[in-house]
């Protein structure tokens, strides 16, 4: 699977659907609020730092803000081994490629979050050598805007990535259940 | 350093006053290709710079000699810097790599090479350094369109 | 794409005559241990470390061509993020650059307060090249101390500009705003607290045995080779060359100040840290001082070709709205000419060479970036040794992507 053939996971496969079970229905809703409750709760960040915007990301990790809070401190600087890559800084095209690969070896749940200005949209260098956004190779889940952004708008996203997590739906048996 | 100290020192090294000139406390010599390395040899050795500060270009696209290849070069002994500035021509522009004097000119001179197309001879290592293998062109040069991205990697449908 | 697909962005010249049984390692861009965006190929012989071909530019933003499309007063916010550690010394140097062009003198309070805040950014450079050398051995604890008086610095800079880590401070002729009510005493406050966080720092680590065994005799650099390589700043000074911008050739208020200079004794890691140690110590003397000598008066000087008018006068008047406008949208005229200039930032020299050929947009913004000359030594500090003292030999260079990629 590549960046562009990534699918929205639908409330329902099309073509499995099976006429509507009350029950079934009910214990895939516990279920996804059970696993969205365990995996917002315990992101493991591979934080993938490039330019000014590691320095807030220094700041939000130590106190008094403390991303420990969330679940979300302890960085995995293996791409295996994460599931939510921030994109901390700007990407340029020399760097975009080496996002790309770290992304591809990311294995499912995995989240996105454009932490900066530069990370969503290029920030203000608009020339030759920057990428205008990170979501122009990989999908993004969350944008933290900000020149750098404030620790308190990465918590801010952080918590609007749990809320988004807690409200999707987590297939783990065969893409149904 | 005071003013009349660092005109004396401009005259010792180029005894004929006239060629070269102060400004905002840089010496600055205009030299021509041919005399760019024995000029920075000398200076090195006779009257201590003993470090290359900084090696870039400036292209003035009207010019026939477009590229102008610009030197600093510092003293710790006299604190007095010294400005190169040699010509070199659009259709080749060639000129002598200071990588025997100094270990700083390698990097330097490879960023040149790439923003502006400037061939250092003796330099034999001009990969590029902050653009990447494939770029093509030279994004400094004033004909270059500042927005012309080379992506390396395609972009995903919207 | 499949992950053999995406393409290579550079090309080594290592593996080419590599000995039998030579491994080449990479190492980074994307690495927590090389602050981003350095790309290490190395050729390893067990532990040891042959050669490395040192990659840098994945931070290269393009800066000097996107100056070549802004006014001298808009590119500004460009300029912080150079070196985005100690973002005003950039401003100042800049501003100090396109001043002497335009043959301006700022006022003397902007001259004290601007050498203040530099001593302030050096500050708080150093406390994060020294925090993230200490985390990156192990010692996390004092890390979170350093870091801690770092958020402190951070939050009152915020409150005199605006913003925590770039603050587009300067202005041509002047600074944006004045200190607001009660900042000096805050300063005072938190200059208080950092001696007593470094205090702690300096007593988990100086004489910590691990500390001294994996920093001591690593990463020698000599004086001759630092000198030929460009370096400039602690990497020098740590070989033992007493040379500093602020006293060979002062500037701001540098001359009227009283301050040593550190220097090390073997040109290794070990010497780089306390170098920087004891350059804080200084500067935070020096910032008691000039805090007692700042005298009153205006920020800007009071000079129409730079400095914008009042906004009451600006909505008031015809002729501070037509000034104003002409400022925005033209830039401010700088006559023609070139210039470089250099300030001592916390790196070592940093340099600015400004080419104008009249008018309100630069001809040439070239930055002199000291991480760019110390990651071209890199090399010559890191062969030789072993693979595991490539992290703190890289953190004791402090290489800044953002100065150093530009």
Redesign the interface.
């Known amino acids: 699977m590549?960046?562009r053939t990534i699918p929205i996971v639908p409330i329902a496969p099309a073509g499995a659907r099976a006429p509507k079970d009350g029950a079934f229905e009910f214990l895939v809703t516990r279920k996804d609020e059970m696993i969205g409750w365990a995996r917002k709760f315990s992101l493991f960040p591979y934080?993938?730092?490039?330019?000014?915007c590691?320095?807030?990301f220094?700041?939000v990790s130590?106190?008094?803000y403390d991303t420990d809070r969330f679940g979300a401190a302890l960085?995995r600087?293996s791409p295996r081994q994460a599931d939510l890559l921030m994109v901390?800084?700007?990407v340029?095209h020399?760097?975009a490629?080496?996002?790309?690969?770290?992304w591809?070896?990311m294995c499912e749940p995995k989240w996105v979050m454009a932490f900066g200005a530069c990370a969503t949209s290029g920030g203000?260098?608009?020339?030759?050598?920057?990428l205008q956004g990170i979501d122009q190779i990989i999908p993004v889940d969350v944008y933290v805007p900000g020149?750098?952004p404030?620790p308190e708008t990465v918590i801010d996203g952080i918590m609007q990535l749990q809320d988004k997590i807690a409200r999707s739906h987590h297939p783990v048996v065969a893409g149904r259940f | 350093?005071a003013a009349n100290d660092l005109d004396t020192l401009r005259r010792q090294i180029v005894p004929a006053a006239g060629a070269a000139a102060l400004?905002?406390?840089?010496i600055v010599f205009v030299l021509a290709p041919a005399e760019l390395v024995p000029a920075v040899a000398r200076l090195r050795d006779e009257f201590a710079f003993?470090?290359?500060?900084?090696l870039?270009a400036?292209d003035w696209p009207a010019d026939a000699l477009r590229f102008e290849v610009?030197h600093?070069l510092?003293s710790?002994t006299h604190?007095v810097?010294v400005?190169l500035k040699t010509r070199v021509a659009a259709a080749d522009p060639v000129i002598d790599s200071l990588v025997a004097l100094?270990?700083?000119a390698?990097?330097?001179e490879r960023?040149c090479h790439e923003?502006y197309g400037i061939r250092f001879r003796g330099n034999h290592?001009l990969?590029?350094?902050?653009?990447?293998?494939?770029f093509i062109g030279h994004?400094?040069r004033k004909d270059?369109p500042?927005r012309r991205e080379q992506p390396?990697?395609?972009y995903r449908e919207a | 794409?499949?992950?053999v697909s995406?393409?290579?962005?550079?090309?080594t010249?290592l593996g080419t005559n590599a000995a039998d049984g030579a491994v080449i390692v990479n190492i980074g861009?994307?690495?927590?241990a090389t602050?981003?965006?350095v790309q290490i190929i190395a050729e390893l012989d067990g532990e040891r470390v042959v050669r490395t071909d040192v990659?840098?530019?994945?931070?290269?933003?393009?800066f000097?061509?996107?100056c070549?499309?802004h006014t001298w007063h808009n590119l500004i916010?460009?300029v912080d993020?150079l070196n985005?550690?100690s973002a005003l010394v950039n401003d100042f140097a800049y501003c100090d650059g396109v001043e002497?062009?335009m043959g301006i003198e700022i006022t003397p309070r902007c001259r004290y307060l601007r050498t203040l805040l530099s001593e302030y950014s050096r500050v708080v450079d150093h406390l994060?090249c020294v925090a993230?050398g200490m985390m990156e051995l192990g010692a996390m604890t004092a890390?979170?101390y350093l870091?801690?008086v770092?958020?402190y610095m951070?939050e009152h800079l915020a409150a005199l500009t605006g913003a925590?880590?770039?603050y587009s401070y300067g202005r041509i002729g002047g600074l944006a705003r004045d200190l607001p009510d009660g900042w000096l005493v805050r300063l005072e406050e938190i200059l208080v607290k950092y001696e007593e966080f470094v205090a702690r720092a300096h007593g988990l680590v100086d004489r910590n045995r691990i500390y001294i065994d994996r920093l001591r005799d690593v990463g020698t650099i000599t004086t001759a080779?630092a000198?030929?390589?460009?370096c400039?700043g602690p990497i020098l000074r740590s070989t033992g060359?007493p040379?500093d911008l602020r006293k060979?050739?002062p500037y701001l208020a540098y001359a009227e100040l009283d301050f040593d200079i550190p220097v090390g004794i073997k040109g290794d890691n070990y010497d780089r840290y306390f170098v920087r140690m004891r350059e804080m110590d200084e500067s935070v003397y020096m910032i008691r001082q000039l805090a007692q000598m700042l005298p009153e008066g205006p920020i800007n000087v009071d000079d129409r070709r730079c400095t914008f008018p009042d906004k009451p006068l600006v909505y008031g008047q015809i002729e501070s709205l037509i000034n104003h406008f002409k400022l925005v949208m033209d830039g401010p005229s700088v006559p023609p000419?070139?210039?470089?200039?250099?300030h001592e930032a916390p790196n070592g020299?940093l340099?600015f060479?400004l080419?104008s050929t009249g008018g309100g947009i630069p001809?040439?913004v070239?930055v002199?970036s000291p991480s760019?000359?110390h990651?071209?030594?890199a090399s010559?500090m890191i062969d030789g040794g072993q693979l595991a003292d490539i992290v703190p030999t890289f953190g004791s260079i402090n290489m800044i992507?953002?100065e150093c990629?530009?």
């Open positions: 590549d960046a934080p993938f730092v490039t330019a000014c590691a320095m807030e220094m700041a130590a106190s008094p960085p600087f901390v800084g700007t340029t020399k760097q490629p080496v996002l790309l690969k770290v591809e070896q203000f260098y608009q020339n030759y050598a920057t020149c750098p404030r | 350093m400004s905002h406390g840089t003993d470090l290359l500060l900084d870039t400036v610009v600093h510092y710790t604190k810097r400005r100094y270990g700083s390698a990097y330097m960023e923003m290592d990969r590029p350094i902050l653009l990447y293998e494939g994004p400094l270059y500042k390396l990697v395609p | 794409m499949d992950l995406i393409p290579n962005p550079v090309r010249t861009p994307s690495h927590p602050h981003g965006t990659h840098c530019g994945y931070l290269h933003r393009g000097e061509k996107e070549e499309d916010p460009y993020r985005y550690v002497q062009l994060t993230a890390f979170l870091v801690m770092r958020d951070y925590r880590v770039t080779d000198l030929s390589f460009g400039t060359v040379r060979d050739t000419g070139e210039i470089y200039v250099a020299e340099g060479y080419v001809y040439k070239h002199r760019f000359a990651i071209g030594a010559r992507g953002g990629d530009r």
